[in-house]
């Protein structure tokens, strides 16, 4: 009784190992990470644990908002760095429509 008490906990134990291991292994890729910002070569800035989409507030100001009047978002990133005038599809109809 008292072996398999034990070997149960060590499993446990082996177990919960691997698991922290791998959070901070999928941690650290994540962190690796460039910032969005076109030519820009720093990493994203991390804090508490989360990851933010810049480098740190210089790189994040330098994003233009959205092109709508009512709208406060960061314009849409694509991977390669090119910037769109509009957060997303939603306001681009929308401006379309107004003739912004």
């Known amino acids: ?4 008490q034990n070997s ?4 446990s134990f082996e177990y919960d ?3 922290q291991v791998d959070q901070t292994l999928n941690f650290q890729k994540n962190m690796l990470k460039k910032c969005l910002r076109a030519n820009c070569t720093n990493l994203r ?7 933010h989409d810049f480098c740190g507030q210089t790189c994040a100001k330098m994003i233009p908002r959205c092109a709508h009047p009512n709208c406060f978002n ?4 694509e ?4 910037v769109h005038r ?4 939603t306001c681009a109809r929308k401006c379309i429509v107004l003739g912004i």
Do not use: A, K, P
């Open 45 to 51: 800035y991390v804090e508490n644990g989360r990851i």
């Open 74 to 77: 960061r314009c849409y990133i």
């Open 1 to 4: 009784m008292l072996d398999q």
């Open 17 to 19: 190992t691997i698991y």
């Open 79 to 82: 991977r390669d760095g090119r």
């Open 8 to 11: 149960d906990q060590s499993t």
């Open 86 to 89: 509009y957060c997303g599809r």
